[in-house]
């Protein structure tokens, strides 16, 4: 878990630990939640298997508090849901898909049920090269996503390695800004928070009155 705190101050935010009730303070919260199936390092655990969990599945909610206001986001990563491995004592060895479409479907399916049933839409995003070694991870995520065919599940494609090549990270903007109208569609969870006091009255002075 990561907290920041922060204070407006002249020209932009200043960064510092401080109370979150005045109104011109926030409190910026980062949660990562990862999943205890399916664990494993990197390109020694990949993929999904028979009950729909995939590798390396992580829930990150990001969470902003303003005077009363809680505001929550929330996105998830994962391996990407069909049979496939990434062995070897190369580099980045190729990857290579293990079972046929029928097994891998029903996979998929399970995986995205699940999905669907906690957060009802979902952005797919994809950062596999559309080229080269990925490509047959690529090709067949995009074919079960069709073969899927929800009206709650939006697929988008991005070659990451192909747009940031070269440390230029800042590439990520093509993507999201192409796909702006898409996450505004995406819901959030919005709280209010207000604190009661509560009022007590002396009653025996009131009967002494009386």
Not at 90 to 112: C, S, W
Request: aromatic share 12%; net charge positive.
């Amino acid at each position: 878990m990561c907290k920041i705190q922060g204070e407006e101050g002249p020209g932009g935010s200043t960064i510092q630990q401080t109370a979150i009730r005045h109104p011109t303070k926030f409190q910026f919260t980062v949660i990562s939640r990862r999943s205890r199936h399916r664990a494993g390092t990197r390109y020694k655990r990949r993929g999904v298997d028979e009950d729909g969990k995939v590798a390396n599945y992580v829930e990150t909610e990001q969470i902003i508090e303003f005077a009363p206001h809680v505001v929550s986001y929330v996105q998830v990563r994962g391996s990407v849901p069909v049979y496939w491995t990434q062995t070897g004592i190369k580099y980045r060895p190729p990857p290579r898909l293990n079972k046929g479409e029928e097994d891998t479907h029903k996979a998929f399916v399970k995986h995205f049920e699940e999905q669907l049933k906690v957060y009802k839409s979902i952005a797919v995003v994809s950062l596999t090269e559309q080229n080269g070694r990925e490509k047959v991870i690529s090709d067949a995520f995009l074919q079960h996503v069709l073969k899927y065919n929800s009206e709650h599940l939006t697929y988008i494609s991005f070659d990451f390695h192909e747009y940031c090549r070269g440390m230029k990270f800042e590439n990520v903007s093509v993507l999201t800004d192409n796909i702006e109208d898409v996450i505004k569609k995406l819901r959030y969870c919005w709280l209010v928070m207000y604190i009661i006091q509560p009022v007590f009255i002396n009653l025996w002075s009131c009967y002494q009155k009386h």
